[in-house]
């Protein structure tokens, strides 16, 4: 039954195809295709420290002196947990991506942020 189907499929599917003298060239479509990885365009890591720095530097309760891509946002900082929700969801503002409430929990530095950020593909 599917051997029949695939063979009918196929039987009515055309492939655009150049050739070239006796010669047969790839399809004309692929061609046409641009990549669509995530990669090309990918943040480079000073970008994502810079602005991940920037967003706890304009955090009001933040001293930006104490502000270091290594700070722990509770320890360091003395910011609560629900500070520290506040930043996380400036942090999705920022870059445009949306972090699941069971990483966002595990963020609690800069560190971390950056990190998760900047290995994240949808960031921008």
């Not at 189907?5 to 046409?32: D, Q």
Request: glycine residues 2%; contains cysteine; hydrophobic residues 40%.
């Amino acid at each position: 039954m599917a051997s029949a189907l695939r063979t009918a499929i196929l039987g009515h599917l055309r492939v655009p195809v150049v050739a070239n003298g006796s010669k047969l060239l790839t399809p004309l479509w692929t061609t046409s295709l641009r990549s669509m990885s995530s990669h090309d365009d990918h943040l480079e890591k000073t970008q994502v420290i810079d602005r991940i720095l920037d967003i706890v530097k304009s955090f009001p309760k933040v001293d930006p002196s104490k502000v270091t891509p290594e700070v722990h946002f509770q320890k360091d900082l003395g910011l609560d947990s629900l500070d520290n929700v506040e930043i996380i969801m400036a942090i999705e503002e920022e870059f445009k991506l949306e972090i699941p409430d069971k990483e966002a929990d595990k963020i609690d530095s800069c560190a971390l942020a950056i990190e998760y950020v900047y290995n994240h593909p949808m960031a921008s």
